[in-house]
């Protein structure tokens, strides 16, 4: 049986036939901006397209045969027309000096007969001088050469990057697909939907959520808010408590605190609330909704949008969490 490396995930069956159509059809793009948000398998999808390309006896449909020189090469990660650039750490930024090794390496021809491709993940995190080197390489295509640029915001790409790449948009699943692959991986039935939900519907990310525990650690952080709401903890050493847990990404506890309001204000219009964000806390934030003057949570859900905006930034995070714990102490007085 070929190993899950060289398949797509089931919902990405359709991107697939578009992709191994290129191949099929003998017009590879030079360069493909592949776009979809954090979970979907964005990085999974350029990686077996790499490997189909890269592959000496691709099989019927295209995709690679696990078994050959090529293959191999792509397994062990030393194959020499496989480029990943991306940052060196999770959240910073690509730099000119790996676009300029870049654009020397592509001045060589590629070392086997296949294609020589290079990933770029993510594609939004090239600083100012490394995206305007970078248009070199989408300008002057050398041969043989696919780009494949990755990224969830395709908006914080120079629009000359933009217009030189074939884009590819990569949705999140259809919930029943995603739901009976997570239940392929072990995640429990009776939690599927919920993980789903939290993830917004990417199922890597589901899975990740389940396996770290995701569902008793959000009900602790949302002990501890409700708890701030109440005047029972204070939010400064909250914060100071929250930015110093490693286990959780920040941008993950804003989109809970985002999610919460979200609930909130659907029951103070007496939305539908099959259509809830956090149906198990439902009893919880319909009291907190009931309490509260709506004409100031509108404020700090854009708060809470705009400090999400600013992660990518150099901001003091526990100050931005000190005040956004504040505001939402004095919603609750």
């Not at 594609?123 to 050398?142: H, M, S, V, Y």
């Not at 939900?197 to 602790?220: C, H, M, V, W």
């Not at 259509?275 to 404020?299: C, F, I, V, W």
Request: glycine share 6%; aromatic share 8%; net charge neutral.
């Amino acid at each position: 049986m070929k190993s899950a490396h060289y398949s797509a995930y089931p919902w990405q069956q359709t991107i697939w036939q578009h992709l191994s159509g290129y191949i099929e059809q003998q017009r590879i793009p030079q360069a493909l901006l592949v776009v979809g948000s954090q979970g979907v398998g964005n990085s999974h999808l350029a990686d077996v397209y790499a490997r189909a390309l890269l592959c000496h006896a691709p099989l019927a449909d295209h995709s690679a045969c696990g078994h050959c020189h090529g293959c191999k090469l792509c397994d062990a990660r030393t194959h020499p027309d496989y480029l990943l650039i991306e940052p060196d750490e999770p959240g910073k930024g690509i730099g000119i000096d790996k676009i300029r090794r870049l654009i020397v390496n592509l001045a060589l021809k590629p070392q086997f007969d296949a294609y020589r491709l290079v990933i770029i993940d993510p594609a939004d995190r090239l600083n100012n001088a490394a995206a305007n080197a970078f248009l070199k390489c989408l300008e002057e295509p050398t041969e043989r050469t696919c780009l494949v640029l990755l990224t969830e915001n395709p908006s914080r790409l120079p629009a000359t990057i933009r217009s030189r790449c074939q884009t590819l948009h990569c949705p999140a699943p259809d919930k029943h697909i995603a739901g009976r692959w997570l239940q392929q991986q072990g995640v429990p039935g009776q939690n599927v939907d919920l993980l789903l939900s939290l993830s917004q519907g990417a199922p890597l990310l589901a899975k990740q959520y389940a396996e770290q525990n995701f569902i008793d650690l959000r009900q602790t952080y949302f002990k501890t808010w409700v708890q701030v709401a109440e005047g029972k903890s204070n939010p400064v050493p909250v914060a100071e408590q929250w930015q110093k847990q490693d286990a959780l990404d920040l941008k993950v506890l804003l989109a809970w605190m985002l999610g919460w309001v979200m609930d909130m204000i659907k029951f103070a219009h007496g939305a539908d609330t099959r259509q809830l964000h956090n149906p198990d806390m439902k009893k919880s934030l319909q009291a907190l909704a009931e309490r509260l003057e709506l004409t100031g949570l509108y404020p700090f859900y854009d708060s809470l949008l705009n400090a999400k905006s600013q992660l990518g930034t150099q901001i003091n995070k526990q100050l931005m969490l000190e005040q956004l714990l504040i505001r939402w102490s004095q919603l609750n007085i």
